[in-house]
């Protein structure tokens, strides 16, 4: 009778001593650009959060690829009601950015858009090691 007692008892201390692996999907996908990370964003009604995330990184790679003349990031409202903003860069739109994206970060509507705006501004004018790439691409 101790025997099951003892095997429970290892087994346990063993398992407590393993470090926690499991993940928890937060919902959330990071937007990346030459491996460093711009910002979090999640799904929409469309798309889930990575593959969003994807798609904002490809298109901001295609705006990359040509730099002579690139304009900087605006804003403009989207949608049926302007209940979102797009963000464009050179005449192509890089992402909309939802309510759902602003109340997850704690902002309003516009001061998400003009943040995230920034912060692919400030990644179109940071120089690349080894060429542009995206998550995927790593």
Known sequence: MHLPMAVLLVLLAVFASLPATAQVDD?????????????????TEELEARLRARQIERQLLTVLETP??????RIAPAGENAEARQITMAGRILMQVTEEDAQANGRA???QAREW??????????????????????
Not at 68 to 73: E, L, N, T
Request: charged share 30%; net charge positive; glycine share 14%.
């Open 27 to 43: 919902g959330l996908a990071t937007v990346r650009l030459d491996g460093r990370a711009l910002f979090r964003i999640g799904g």
């Open 117 to 138: 705006a920034s912060v692919l501004e400030t990644a179109r004018r940071r120089p690349a090691h080894g060429g542009r790439r995206s998550e995927r691409a790593s």
């Open 68 to 73: 002579q003349g690139i304009s900087r990031a």
């Open 109 to 111: 509507l516009e001061a």
